[in-house]
């Protein structure tokens, strides 16, 4: 699983190369992502610009990330298709997750 990472002070941004976030790569999307972590669990930003789709294991992965980072860090999520989005809503995941436009609205909110 390729992911391409940004380290700002106190903020990490991942953006997944994949298309679909889905059972196929879900497993391997949280472990990179943990791995890329570290022990660096200040605040994470997962830009979803370069995916088309997800599904209930990729919600899955990001529930289980969102636990990882509980107590110890935020987790934001940018620029998620309107598609994506939808599913957040219908699923009631906006509730649980912070979501924004785009990563400078993301590192804005976690800068304050």
Known sequence: MNIDTERHPG?????????RLDAS????FKDA?????????RA???????????DSSGLGALVS???MMNGKGDMVLCALNPGIRNM???????RIFRICPDRATALAQ???
């Open 33 to 41: 992502v943990t791995r890329e972590l570290g022990e660096d669990r």
């Open 44 to 54: 994470l930003i997962v830009d979803f610009s370069k995916i088309d789709f997800i």
């Open 65 to 67: 990330l969102l636990k």
């Open 88 to 94: 957040f809503t219908l699923t009631r995941m906006d």
């Open 25 to 28: 790569v879900a497993a391997a």
């Open 11 to 19: 903020v990490n941004i991942m953006t997944p190369s994949v298309r």
């Open 110 to 112: 976690l800068n304050q």
